[in-house]
């Protein structure tokens, strides 16, 4: 395996990992988000094993020492599995989630106590500033989240839009199709009763960049992809 780097907006970058074994022939690919600003963020660690890879990606952009935060969406491996690895190799790093993962999980999973951020609280990273956003179960996950970098217009969507694939970084063609051939194969996502509702509330953010952890990242009107995957969860699961 290999990490390929590209930046998606300015001053964001994806690091990409394609794995082949799962669900072949497409594969899946595990996606983090660099952002390259005067306190360093990084969105998804990547799972333990994959911390050799993706540091050498990071390292590539800029010093793995000068991370300030460690972020995902929600706790699962690929999110965060190798957030100790990360908060060693940059000592002045801290792990920015949602106070209800932090209460629940990070504060005592993670080597250095975390900084639990209120839904709607903005982390100014210098030259970028990322807003924290609270969707409990959505995709899944109690303590799932996600962060929108203002500067840019960049949604840091996890886990939503997962699709299957080695594609390009970056995308404009339709990514709901996709993601809803993939539900129909994982059936990761929870289907709450506010599950489009809270799709929907993202969308009004009218994002330019959906930054998706499994496959191409999309480039267009984030709005109407917001609104119309939420369309597409209501007509085939929330019936």
């Not at 794995?19 to 595990?30: E, K, L, R």
């Not at 390259?36 to 799972?47: M, Q, S, V, Y």
């Not at 109690?142 to 970098?149: G, S």
Request: glycine content about 8%; hydrophobic content about 45%.
């Amino acid at each position: 395996m290999s990490t390929t780097v590209d930046e998606i907006a300015d001053g964001i970058y994806r690091l990409s990992t394609w794995v082949p074994d799962i669900a072949p022939p497409a594969g899946f690919t595990f996606n983090q988000f660099l952002l390259d600003a005067e306190e360093p963020l990084l969105f998804h660690t990547g799972p333990r094993a994959m911390f050799p890879l993706v540091s050498e990606a990071v390292a590539s952009v800029l010093p793995v020492e000068r991370l300030r935060w460690i972020t995902f969406g929600h706790v699962e491996s690929d999110e965060c599995g190798s957030m100790n690895q990360w908060l060693a190799a940059a000592p002045r790093a801290e792990v920015a989630h949602g106070m209800l993962g932090c209460m629940v999980s990070l504060n005592d999973m993670a080597d250095r106590a975390p900084r639990g951020l209120a839904d709607g609280e903005v982390l100014d990273l210098g030259n970028k500033r990322v807003r924290h956003i609270d969707t409990p179960h959505v995709p899944h996950g109690w303590e799932a989240r996600v962060l929108y970098e203002e500067t840019t217009g960049t949604l840091l969507c996890g886990d939503l839009f997962t699709h299957l694939g080695n594609g390009p970084a970056t995308t404009a063609d339709d990514i709901v199709g996709p993601a809803m051939e993939a539900e129909t194969i994982f059936r990761a996502t929870c289907l709450a009763p506010d599950t489009a509702a809270v799709m929907r509330r993202l969308g009004d953010l009218a994002p330019n960049v959906l930054a998706l952890m499994h496959g191409s990242s999309f480039d267009g009107d984030g709005e109407k992809a917001l609104y119309d995957l939420a369309a597409a969860y209501e007509s085939q699961f929330l019936k």
